[in-house]
Nanobody, 121 residues
């Protein structure tokens, strides 16, 4: 059974930075596209960023382009999300997951607990 454990969230002022990490166990990520998603209060979970299995391709939702950077370390079975110039609208619980489809960014069905990111003015 795969387990995804997200960490690195916290409270930060607008304009600040955070680096999220996702440790995966029970399944190697090396042949899988991976993604980050987020869910704000009262909203549906949405796609944030994706990285192909070899790390050569990345994809971002428009609102985070130029501010967020996704990376992966296959040898450590981890995926990271560097978030810079954070805005209050980035406040959400952030999750990582395997991607079932690169084109649609459809995630796998199971989720970790996520990590809370709160950005204050």
């Amino acid at each position: 059974q795969e387990q995804l454990v997200e960490s690195g969230g916290g409270l930060v002022q607008a304009g600040g930075s955070l680096r999220l990490s996702c440790q995966v166990s029970g399944r190697f990520i090396s042949r899988s596209d991976m993604g980050w998603f987020r869910q704000a209060p009262g909203k549906e979970r949405e796609f944030v960023a994706a990285i192909s299995w070899g790390g050569r391709s990345t994809s971002y939702t428009d609102s985070v382009k130029g501010r967020f950077d996704i990376s992966r370390t296959n040898a450590q079975n981890t995926v990271s999300l560097q978030m810079n110039d954070l805005k209050p609208e980035d406040t959400a619980v952030y999750y990582c997951n395997f991607l079932n489809d690169w084109r649609t960014k459809k995630p796998a069905d199971y989720w970790g607990r996520g990590t809370q990111v709160t950005v204050s003015l």
